[in-house]
């Protein structure tokens, strides 16, 4: 069955979602990642992120644990780029989340994550996520 929520998103994010699409926009061109691939976490279909600015990237892979969220956000960033859809549920509580990545010339982007993970805390989820990247 069709989550609403998708609908709602594709509905409203021209009108509803147009404020907080714009402040997404103007984060991302304030960040110039000198890499050229990158890990996009948690997007669910992508409905706030500015498909033009993920040109600059060689490859995309795509860590989002909803089916269809996956397909969506996938076919939207073939579009612009390679897209690379990893099929896995969001584990953030394991140190060991981003052993699985070749990190080499990448950037990691997190987006809409918070809302699809069950952890008891952030300083637990931002402790988890410096132990993964940084070993």
Do not use: C
């Not at 699409?21 to 409905?47: C, D, H, M, Q």
């Not at 989002?64 to 579009?79: H, L, Y």
């Not at 994550?113 to 070993?135: I, N, P, Y």
């Amino acid at each position: 069955m069709f989550d609403r929520y998708h609908l709602r998103a594709w509905k409203f994010r021209n009108t509803l979602w147009q404020s907080h699409v714009r402040a997404v926009t103007r984060f991302l061109e304030s960040w110039n990642p000198s890499a050229k691939k990158l890990i996009l976490v948690g997007p669910s279909g992508g409905y706030s992120l500015p498909t033009e600015w993920f040109k600059r990237f060689q490859e995309i892979t795509i860590v989002e644990p909803g089916f269809i969220a996956r397909q969506i956000v996938s076919r939207k960033f073939r579009e612009v780029t390679r897209v690379r859809s990893v099929r896995r549920a969001l584990q953030f509580d394991r140190p060991a989340f981003f052993s699985d990545f070749d990190l080499t010339d990448t950037a990691v982007f997190f987006t809409n994550v918070l809302g699809q993970v069950k952890v008891s805390s952030a300083e637990a989820f931002a402790r988890a996520m410096r132990e993964s990247l940084t070993g």
